[in-house]
């Protein structure tokens, strides 16, 4: 068997244990070393291996960890809620609402909201037990939003996006900017220490008339969530999961 056939033969045992569920989303592949011994092949050939799975949006290498079986592409920021998104993707995660409190204005909302009062909205969400992502959902307090709140007592079917919808809060519009920062305070929640770093992201959405409806500070962790940017005729700005 030539080194290209070897290389076609792992590739090929590979994908299909990822299609096939053996493998599964999020999870991480042995390394090179075992799949050398496993598959009695060359490291090269494995490496040849891992990069045409790579190409081939099955798998992402995360630098000092490994390979790991990719969630196929889902966008976690659609229209239909992070939920859904990670049910299509076969890897499901839980939501875990943390607190509802009526706060001022945040800081970085001057200038962008008229709106004195908000609800300031926390939770985590956790895959497979373990907490991956943090964040705080800010909406203006409008009395339509007040009144599904308070008739609920709190969120419809645990969704930020449901509840909003009830309350007439339309995103039409928006940006978000992402850095990376300490988790400080909120590293508990993490199950980390406040010296570790997260991807950040700030995301802020629009009605049809340009009216702030959400602002969302989201707290990433780096292992299980990457910034995909695709451009051209059919291109935008998204979030993979």
């Given at each position: 068997?030539?080194?290209?056939?070897?290389?076609?033969?792992?590739?090929?045992?590979l994908?299909e244990?990822?299609?096939?569920?053996?493998?599964?989303?999020?999870?991480?592949?042995?390394?090179?070393?075992?799949?050398?011994?496993?598959?009695?092949?060359?490291?090269?050939?494995?490496?040849?291996?891992?990069?045409?799975?790579?190409?081939?949006?099955?798998?992402?290498?995360?630098?000092?960890?490994?390979?790991?079986?990719?969630?196929?592409?889902?966008?976690?920021?659609?229209?239909?809620?992070?939920?859904?998104?990670?049910?299509?993707?076969g890897?499901?995660?839980?939501?875990?609402?943390?607190?509802?409190?009526?706060?001022?204005?945040?800081?970085?909302?001057?200038?962008?909201?008229?709106?004195?009062?908000?609800?300031?909205i926390?939770?985590?969400?956790?895959?497979?037990?373990?907490?991956?992502?943090?964040e705080?959902?800010?909406?203006?307090?409008?009395?339509?939003?007040?009144?599904?709140?308070?008739?609920?007592?709190?969120?419809?079917?645990?969704?930020?996006?449901?509840?909003?919808?009830?309350?007439?809060?339309?995103?039409?519009?928006?940006?978000?900017?992402?850095?990376?920062?300490?988790?400080?305070?909120?590293?508990?929640?993490?199950?980390?220490?406040?010296?570790?770093?997260?991807l950040?992201?700030?995301?802020h959405n629009?009605?049809?008339?340009?009216?702030?409806?959400e602002?969302?500070?989201?707290?990433?962790?780096?292992?299980?969530?990457?910034?995909h940017?695709?451009?051209?005729?059919?291109?935008g700005?998204?979030?993979?999961?």
């Amino acid at each position: 068997m030539t080194a290209y056939t070897r290389t076609e033969h792992l590739r090929h045992e590979l994908a299909e244990q990822i299609r096939n569920g053996t493998l599964k989303p999020g999870e991480r592949i042995m390394s090179e070393t075992r799949l050398a011994e496993e598959y009695q092949v060359s490291r090269g050939t494995v490496r040849r291996a891992l990069e045409q799975l790579k190409k081939a949006e099955l798998i992402e290498t995360r630098m000092g960890s490994g390979s790991y079986v990719a969630f196929n592409g889902g966008d976690m920021s659609g229209p239909d809620g992070w939920t859904s998104a990670s049910l299509r993707s076969g890897a499901p995660t839980t939501t875990e609402l943390l607190s509802i409190a009526l706060v001022g204005r945040p800081l970085a909302l001057e200038g962008e909201s008229e709106c004195e009062r908000f609800y300031e909205i926390a939770r985590r969400r956790l895959f497979r037990s373990t907490p991956v992502s943090y964040e705080v959902s800010y909406l203006p307090a409008i009395p339509a939003l007040r009144e599904v709140i308070e008739r609920m007592e709190g969120l419809v079917d645990g969704s930020i996006s449901k509840t909003m919808k009830q309350a007439g809060l339309q995103a039409a519009s928006g940006y978000m900017d992402v850095s990376a920062d300490r988790l400080g305070p909120i590293a508990q929640a993490l199950e980390k220490t406040p010296e570790t770093v997260f991807l950040l992201s700030e995301r802020h959405n629009f009605s049809d008339d340009g009216t702030l409806v959400e602002y969302v500070r989201s707290f990433l962790d780096p292992s299980h969530f990457t910034l995909h940017v695709t451009a051209g005729k059919n291109g935008g700005n998204h979030g993979d999961r």
